[in-house]
Structures are given as C-alpha cells and as structure tokens.
C-alpha cells in the first residue's frame, strides 16, 4: 500500500510542520498516527519520503475546533523531472462546482497550464479571488494521483492576452467545423514534434468568427473534439485525455 501524499511547500530535510490543511487531513481524515509512513510534494518536482512525528490522533482532534502542528521527518528529497512535453489549456470558465471539477480531472491527466480567459460570448467570469480554491481543487488531485508537478492556474482577461501567455507554443483550436482535423490522429502525428502544446476551447456559446480569425492569423489550426458540441468543462478534459494517451504512447 502507497503512503498517503500530503502537501508540503517548504520542504526541507530534517523535522518540518505540515500546515493546518495537511496536519487536518492526516490526523483527521486519514488517521494518521506517530510513526506512520507518508510522503510529501512541494509541487515543484521534490518529492520526500516522511513519518509523522506528532499530532493530534482522529479521536483528540475531535474535541478541539482547529488541529494542533503536525511535524514530519524528512530524511531525503528525491526530484522528479518535468513531462517531456506540455500541455496548456486556454479555457473560459463555467459555473459553480464544474470548475473545480474541470480542475481537478485536467491536473490527473497532466494539464501543465489553466489560463482562464474571457472571451466575447463568456457568460461565467472567474475573479482572481477563486484562484486560491482552484488551487486547492489542483493539491488534492494531486495528492490523489501522486502527481509531483502542479500545474499553474492563472486568470487572464482577454484571448489575446492568454495567446502572448503560452508564447512559442503550437496552438489548436477546438471548433465543431466539418473541415476541421480530428485531434486523436492529429495529437498522433505531430506530437513527438511538438513538446508545447496550447488548445483554446470557447464557452458554450463558441467562438466568434472574430476570435476564430485572430487565433487562425496566428497559425491556430482548427482541430474537433467529437461528433456533437461539448459542454466547456467537457472539452477540457477530452483534449487533455487524448494529449495524455498520446503523450504516453510516445514514451513507450
């Protein structure tokens, strides 16, 4: 059995002191006890075999609002290089808890970026202040999957921002054109030549023909996603499934 990954920002060999989030889930919901085997990630690649030193145990924790420090000892940090390639999403946002849950799936598939953006027919706009829970929603999707690299989650206000963000990056768009190359065979021949990869998908009500020229002026190529229309929360994840089969294919 794996040991349970716990978030660790500051990590460092010797004790260190999981915060109120991590020593709540260990003690709490996992059970955790003195002595118990857990692994830490600082979600920039290190990643450490731990024991938990103290803490409150699941039944003390009961009878206190806020659980006390839990520290851990790390006797070794080991570091896990980054994917070969890279895969951003350049999304609008959709409403209530399908935006966590967009999230949460994009980070086990491997999605390396999220860039919210507005775009002209956005009807759900993400304020600054929800990146913080996006990020939360990103932890424990990492913890859940033992993923050692979190991805980045930023807000951004206009298309033409989010293009300038993903910089060199070959860029498709997902667009529900007949003439339009279907990404499964598309990702196939071209991504071992591609180690940056950036795909916009429009809210539900779809890009607009100005948007569609700005993105193909830039060398956008139009790419389907399946035979009917897609939810936004619902593309995200069909395009970071096949980049991440594709991707894995690569590797052999």
Known sequence: MHAPWLYCPDLHCGPATLDE???????ASLRLRP??????????GHVA?????????????????????STVRVDAIETVSPPAHALTLIV??????????????????GVTRLLFTEFE?????????????LRRAAIEACKQCRRAWLPSIRILTTLTDAQAAVGAARVLVAHPAEDAAPLGPWLTDHLSLVPELAVVIGPEGGLSDSEVDLLRSASGQLVRLAEHILRVETAAVAVAAAWASAAITLRG
């Open 49 to 69: 075999p731990a024991t938990l030193l103290a803490g409150e145990t699941g039944a003390a924790r009961a009878a206190h609002r806020r659980a006390r420090p």
């Open 92 to 109: 609008p946002g959709c409403k209530g808890d399908r935006l966590d849950w967009l999230v949460e799936k994009c980070t086990e598939l």
């Open 35 to 44: 002595g118990d085997a857990v692994t830490l990630f600082d979600g920039c």
């Open 21 to 27: 989030t991590e020593g709540r889930h260990a003690l």
């Open 121 to 133: 027919r956005s009807v759900v706009h993400v304020p600054n202040t929800r990146v913080e829970k």
